[in-house]
């Protein structure tokens, strides 16, 4: 987190759920960055960072692929975003909702590693 102190950045408007888990790591960590432009879509912010006009932050599920960018993770965040699946719990044995619950799980735990 320290080596982001001054830099200049793009990322999404205040009310963000991305731009709000950052920020809480930016505090947590007391650095200032530099300018920050704001960008209301993931796409436009994609474009932004490959034109050159700063870093953004992206949760590790977004990124996709774009050969432009490089990808850095954050290893020192106090702060993440947590992801849920939910259903009625007496759907929760129909067939598609338990397949869809059983796919999620391997996806996740590949996510994890």
């Known amino acids: 987190m320290k080596e982001l102190t001054g830099l200049n950045f793009v990322m999404r408007e205040r009310g963000s759920l ?15 960055l530099g300018p ?4 209301s879509t993931r796409e436009g912010i994609r474009e932004a960072v490959s034109a050159g ?9 977004e990124i996709g692929h774009d050969s432009r960018l490089a990808f850095v993770p954050i290893t020192d965040a106090t702060h ?15 067939p598609l909702i338990r397949d869809f ?13």
């Open 101 to 113: 619950f059983s796919h999620a799980a391997v996806w996740i735990g590949a996510a994890a590693e």
């Open 53 to 61: 006009f700063g870093l953004s932050v992206v949760a590790d599920r």
């Open 18 to 32: 991305t731009r709000e888990v950052f920020e809480k790591n930016v505090a947590d960590h007391g650095i200032t």
């Open 36 to 39: 920050v432009m704001e960008i």
């Open 80 to 94: 993440a975003i947590r992801e849920y699946a939910i259903c009625l719990t007496e759907r929760r044995n129909l």
